[in-house]
């Protein structure tokens, strides 16, 4: 008979020398199959006598325990090292470059914003940015918007669901901020005067038609420094479409208007002529075949805002500026249809888009 312990080492020799699942299950057969080593051992049990089967018993359960356990120990590391192989053989490499030509072009909105960040660098500003989702204190309350201000009705804002809060938690009701406006207090919070920021970014108001979208964006200025008047303003917003439009005769009407977070307040119109029934931006709108269009509203920044951001209005004053990115963006390069600016066609983006190469610089003008 077969010495169970010579046997043992051996098939465990042979287990751990199964380089594949078939020579490991080849092993198996050899040990525990039918006409397997260990089970012609335990087959030979029935012929002992009970004395030579009390000692051998033991033995030969051992030895197939041993085998069973090491086959199915094997059998796992196996399976493990298959899968591994696969993982590595199966690696994609994100990283490589697509075999592709790029076709992608910059989206004008993100062309203006780099423009208007050149152009404002040059005067001394700062890119400053705040969150889209705000709360109801930063958009409204602390910009002077009282509770009963129109901005707030629901068909304009576009609220979160109210969350559980204490009671008089109503400054964290949260919303898609309506303007770029909660970065002046953002940044006035955060920095000590004097500040010249401007704030570029999305905005959300529940509204679609040829001119309205629902996301739109904006771009806010603030100054806010000792002995700042309206001729600051002036001169700043001169500057700035001067260099936007980058042509000299372009001139400013300033309306008398309101806004709660500023006093006094105004809205500018931009004069254009009429050239072949098309409108181009560019001398008084008062001409024979001119006329004012609307760019922006501004103000010099209300005391109470100052206020609402522990500054002492007598000490410090500002102005500020608010201005549709979108429509800057129709004006100089000549869209007419602002749904078509978020349709992600990928015709429009070629024909309207720019080169990744032409970053906007004043010395090139900032147009490209
Ligand atoms: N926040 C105003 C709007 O969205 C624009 C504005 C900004 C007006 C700053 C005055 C000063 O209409």
Known sequence: MTDPDLLTSDLL??????????????????????????TALLKSLGGMTPDERQVEGPRIHALREAVTVALAARKASLEQAALDARLASETLDLTLPVDLPPTGTIHPVSQVMDELAEIFADLGFAVATGPEIE????????????????????HDTFYFEPQARTAGDEARRMLLRTHTSPVQIRTMLANKPPIRIIAPGRTYRSDSDATHTPMFHQVEGLVIDRGITLGHLKWTLETFLKAYFEREDIVLRLRPSYFPFTEPSAEVDVGYTLIKGKRVIGGSGDDANGGWMEVLGSGMVHPKVIA??????????????????????????????????????????????FSALDVPTLSGGVGA
């Open 13 to 38: 020799a042979a287990v751990d020398a199964a380089a594949t699942p078939e020579a490991l299950e080849a092993v198996r057969v050899r040990a525990l199959g039918k006409q397997g080593e260990v």
């Open 135 to 154: 709360d109801d204190w930063h958009n409204f309350t602390a910009l002077n918007i009282p509770e009963t201000h129109p901005a707030r009705a629901m």
């Open 308 to 353: 609402a951001c522990g500054l002492d209005p007598a000490e410090w004053q500002g102005f500020a500026f608010g201005c549709g990115i979108d429509r800057l963006a129709m004006l100089k390069y000549g869209m007419d249809d602002l749904r078509a600016f978020f349709d992600g066609d990928v015709r429009w983006l070629k024909h309207y888009g």
